[in-house]
């Protein structure tokens, strides 16, 4: 009984409208933050380093340089503080968590964009 009260209880709670995003992907991050007695979104734009959990405890971890300085923040996916993720791009790395990712600067920061499916010119 407890177990489907709370499968129907988080199920009301799961966003549906998240892009399809993994490892090296960089995202923007909308999230709600609340200042006083007002409440603005605040864009938080990375890498994802890694995706964690399943269900509504899934999170997110998302690196990015900023000043000079490495800027890393995990979200709660399925949290009402996040209005919502943009994929900007998508990264081809071959590991699940891309720790070594912090150790790198300059060029060997990059990542190797995915190129999306697109449809072939006509020719004639």
Known sequence: M???LIREVTQGQIKSDLPDMSSGDTVAVHAKIVEGGKER?????????KLQGHGIG????????FQGVGVERTYLIHS????KFVLKRKGAV????IYYFRERRGKS????????NREPKNKG
């Open 94 to 97: 071959r590991r699940a968590r």
């Open 58 to 65: 899934m999170t997110v971890t998302v690196r990015k340089i």
């Open 109 to 116: 920061a990059r990542i190797r964009e995915v190129q999306q």
């Open 41 to 49: 979104i605040q864009v938080f734009e990375g890498v994802v380093i």
């Open 80 to 83: 009402p503080r996040v209005a």
């Open 2 to 4: 407890s177990q489907q």
